[in-house]
C-alpha cells in the first residue's frame, strides 16, 4: 500500500522527546533493575535542566519567527495585542487546570498553605520558592516563561535593530560574552576551587536554575537562531549531502552536555562543585546543538517514517506531559501503596508514565485542540477589527 511522503516538524519532534526526558528525570527509572546491563543508570537519569533549557530555546526561536514571518507584528500595537492573547490562551488555561487537578490530589498541603496556591495563579509562588513549590515542582518554569513571553516583541525589536547595525554572527557572539560576567557576579558570593564552584545543588536551583536573567540567555540565543536561519543564507550553503556531518556534530555536542552536566550533578551532590561548563558553557553548546536542529528541519528531504509521526504526537501532547507526570506520579504510587505494595519502583513507574501518556492524549484531544480553535477565532477576530480600521 502507497503511503504518503511528507516533511516532518523536528522541532514538535524535539518538544515530545524532551518532555519524555523531563518524566525520565522525575521517575525512579533505574536502567539496571528493567535489565541486565550494568552501570548506564546514567542514561535513564540524565540532568532535567537540558530538556527544559531546549523548551526555553524553542520558545525563544518560535516566537521569534513568529515575529519575523508577521504572523504578529511587535511594531504596532494590534499586533502586539494578537500575540499576547494568543500566548495566553496557549499557557494559562491548561496551567490553571493543572492546578486544580493537584489542589484535588495534593487537598493537604492546600489547606495547610492556601496563599501558596492563589500565588501560583499570577506565576509568583513558583519563582525561586525558599521552601520548595507546595505541588508539582515543574511549575518553577512556568513564571521564567511567562516573564520571557511578557518582554518577547520589545526584545525582538531590540534585536532586529541591532541585527541589521552589526549582523546576526557578531551579536550572538556579543551576547555570549555579555552572560560571562553577569554569571560571574552571580555566582560571586560562592568560593571558587580548581573546575568550578563550590555550592549545595539547592544553591545551584535557586541562583541558577530559577533565575530569568540566568535563563534569558537561551530564550535570546534561541531567537537568534530564527533570524540566522531566516535573514541569512547559511541555510541555502548547507546541502543534503551534508546531513552526515550534521547529524555527528549533533551526537558530538548532545554527548558534550550530557557527560559533564551528569558529572556536574554527581559533584552537586556529593562534592558541592559546580562545574565551570555549567555555569558559563551548557546554555552557547545548547543553542549550538539546537541551531543544527533547525538546520536538519529547514532542509530535510520528504519521506514516511512512523516513528517521526508518533514524535509528532508526543510533541502535541509534550505540555500536557510535563504539567500532569508528577500528579500522576502521585496517584499511581497511592493505589500501589494501598493495593500492591510489593510492585518496584520501575515498574510503578512505567504504569504511570502510561497513565500519563493516555490522559495527556485526552486532555490535549478534549481540552487543547478546542481552546486552541478558540485562540485561533480571537486572533481572527483582532485580525478583522485591524482591517475595519484602515477602511
Known amino acids: 500500500m502507497y503511503q504518503q511522503q511528507r516533511k516532518y516538524d523536528y522541532l514538535l519532534v524535539l518538544r515530545g522527546l524532551c518532555a519524555l526526558a523531563v518524566v525520565v528525570c522525575h521517575y525512579p527509572f533505574y536502567l539496571s533493575e528493567l535489565t541486565t546491563i550494568k552501570g548506564l543508570d546514567w542514561l535513564l537519569d540524565p540532568f532535567g535542566y537540558v530538556p527544559v533549557l531546549i523548551f526555553f530555546l524553542l520558545s525563544g526561536y518560535l516566537i521569534t519567527l513568529g515575529f519575523i514571518e508577521k504572523r504578529h507584528d511587535a511594531t504596532i500595537f494590534s499586533g502586539v495585542k494578537k500575540y499576547y492573547i494568543s500566548r495566553i490562551f496557549r499557557i494559562v488555561p491548561l496551567y490553571y487546570l493543572s492546578i486544580i487537578i493537584c489542589c484535588a490530589i495534593y ?221 500522576t506520579l502521585t496517584i499511581v504510587e497511592s493505589f500501589k501503596k494501598a493495593y500492591s505494595p510489593a510492585i518496584s519502583a520501575e515498574m510503578t513507574s512505567i504504569i504511570a508514565l502510561i497513565v500519563t501518556l493516555i490522559f495527556s492524549a485526552f486532555i490535549y484531544k478534549n481540552f487543547e485542540k478546542p481552546i486552541m480553535d478558540m485562540r485561533k477565532n480571537a486572533v481572527k477576530s483582532i485580525a478583522e477589527e485591524k482591517r475595519a480600521e484602515i477602511l
Open 107 to 327: 487537598w493537604e498541603r492546600v489547606t495547610a498553605s492556601p496563599n501558596e496556591v492563589l500565588l501560583l495563579l499570577p506565576f509568583i509562588a513558583n519563582y525561586k520558592s525558599e521552601n520548595g513549590i507546595i505541588f508539582n515542582h515543574v511549575y518553577w518554569t512556568m513564571p521564567v516563561e511567562m516573564l520571557y513571553f511578557l518582554f518577547a516583541p520589545f526584545i525582538y525589536i531590540l534585536l532586529a535593530k541591532l541585527i541589521k547595525k552589526y549582523g546576526v554572527i557578531p551579536l550572538i557572539a556579543a551576547v555570549i560574552l555579555i552572560f560571562v560576567p553577569f554569571t560571574f557576579i552571580l555566582f560571586s558570593n560562592f568560593p571558587r576551587v580548581t573546575d568550578g564552584i563550590q555550592m549545595w545543588r539547592k544553591d545551584w536551583i535557586m541562583t541558577a536554575r530559577c533565575d530569568f536573567f540566568y535563563n534569558l540567555e537561551a530564550f535570546i540565543l534561541g531567537g537568534l537562531c530564527a533570524f540566522l536561519a531566516k535573514k541569512s543564507n547559511i541555510l541555502e550553503k548547507i546541502s543534503v549531502s551534508n546531513r552526515s556531518i550534521l547529524f555527528i556534530a549533533i551526537a558530538s555536542i548532545l554527548f558534550l552536555v550530557f557527560y559533564t552536566t551528569t558529572y556536574s550533578i554527581v559533584l552537586l551532590n556529593e562534592q558541592r562543585i559546580a562545574t565551570y561548563f555549567l555555569l558559563y558553557g551548557i546554555i552557547p553548546a545548547m543553542a549550538l546543538w539546537f541551531f543544527l536542529i533547525v538546520i536538519l528541519d529547514q532542509n530535510q528531504s520528504k519521506t514516511h517514517s512512523k516513528l517521526l509521526l508518533l514524535g509528532e504526537k508526543l510533541g502535541h501532547m509534550a505540555y500536557a506531559i510535563y504539567l500532569f507526570h508528577m500528579p
